[in-house]
Antibody, heavy 121, light 108 residues
Framework: EVQLVQSGAEVKKPGESLKISCKGS????????IAWVRQMPGKGLEWMGI????????RYSPSFQGQVTISADKSINTAYLQWSSLKASDTAMYYC??????????????WGQGTLVTVSS | EIVLTQSPGTLSLSPGERATLSCRTS???????LAWFQQKPGQAPRLLIY???KRATGIPDRFSGSGSGTDFTLTISRLEPEDFAVYYC?????????FGQGTKVEIK
């Protein structure tokens, strides 16, 4: 069974750094692209970017390029989303999701449970 | 970038009724690259339909997708109580892979 388990909720102050994780199981993480999706409180879904853990090929939405870093450690089947300096506007639920097929273009079929990030002074 | 516009914003219907949700794209999208998701409060989104009309694994056949070019539709033939949720379309063929703003299907 394919599962994506994300790290727990975080409460941070503006300016702090953060790295959240998404651990895959039940499949070979290196073979499937993993995306990150943001959902701000009461709002819709925003596609942030995508990574191929096999070689760390990463593509970002222009809206998130330079604002976050997506990475992966294939040895432990884990993808990451990190910030170097959080802002209050980063407060949101963040989901990782695995694509249905191994091709670059494929729908998001398996989702993590989400990580709630709260940034407040 | 391709913008997806969903309508209506909210759909108020009764169980057993038919729901028709629209997703329009600002540019023509290959129908192979259009998906629909369902999201219930406090839950992650769930893939319902991909390639415009293919049901994902385990999705009941009351859910169907259609469309091409710039106009796509998600139809729920007879609403069940568990279908009241927010629905998003997404194009995943062109970067950035944006979502529509969502349609909330609520109980009338």
């Amino acid at each position: 069974e394919v599962q994506l388990v994300q790290s727990g909720a975080e409460v941070k102050k503006p300016g702090e750094s953060l790295k959240i994780s998404c651990k895959g199981s039940g499949y070979n993480l290196t073979s499937y692209w993993i995306a990150w999706v943001r959902q701000m409180p009461g709002k819709g879904l925003e596609w942030m970017g995508i990574i191929y853990p096999g070689d760390s090929d990463t593509r970002y939405s222009p809206s998130f390029q330079g604002q976050v870093t997506i990475s992966a450690d294939k040895s432990i089947n884990t993808a990451y989303l990190q910030w170097s300096s959080l802002k209050a506007s980063d407060t949101a639920m963040y989901y990782c999701a695995r694509q249905l097929g191994t091709a670059l273009v494929s729908p998001l079929a398996y989702w993590g449970q989400g990580t709630l990030v709260t940034v407040s002074s | 970038e391709i913008v997806l516009t969903q309508s209506p914003g909210t759909l108020s219907l009764s169980p057993g009724e038919r729901a028709t949700l629209s997703c329009r794209t600002s540019q023509s999208v290959n129908s192979e690259y259009l998906a629909w998701f369902q999201q219930k409060p406090g839950q992650a989104p769930r893939l319902l339909i991909y390639a415009a009309s293919k049901r994902a694994t385990g999705i009941p056949d009351r859910f169907s997708g259609s469309g091409s070019g710039t106009d796509f539709t998600l139809t729920i033939s007879r609403l069940e109580p568990e279908d009241f949720a927010v629905y998003y379309c997404q194009q995943y063929g062109y970067s950035p892979r944006k979502f529509g703003q969502g349609t909330k299907v609520e109980i009338k």
